[in-house]
């Protein structure tokens, strides 16, 4: 309904080949349109995660799990991911990483724009986008295509709790007045 109510630019309408996912409620809506899904931990100092579309559902297990390893999330939906809300940009430089999910080809997709945006900002905060690679993909169900290339909350949560242990790239910033973290990545 607000897509087809605005009337002063272009709008499209992405029509799913799958099932809709249930109906999720933001637990805030910033002032530029981002819907806030959830905060989980102390504060909002470890990863800003943008769920991209479907992905939010998917997202908001991953804070899930990160929480239980004792890393603190906000998980928000941009609603739309051009042009790239200030909020979403402002979010980033208070976090120690920021994750985008989404299930397009990562190449010069929303997590690619985001950073752009980042950078152009000064926020130098890492960013890691977590989609589709840029390759012929075997066919299957939408399902067998996401778990063969990774798109799961279990290998998500655990490349998140790498980069925010500092073993794997993009590193998470360090928390102030620490050195980069170093340290074994629970099994989940």
Known sequence: ???VAINDAPTVLRFSKGSVGQELEAIERLDDGVDVLARHGEGERDVLIVAVGSMAGLSLEVAERLEAQGVSSTVV?????LPVARSIISLAARHRIVVCIEDGVKAGAVGSRIRQEMRAAGVDTALNEVGLPTQFLKHGSRNQILERVGLTANQITQDTLAQVLGTKVPFARP???????TGQIPRL
Request: aromatic share 6%.
């Open 1 to 3: 309904r607000e897509a």
């Open 77 to 81: 939906d941009p609603r739309w991911v």
């Open 175 to 181: 928390l102030p007045g620490q050195d980069a973290p």
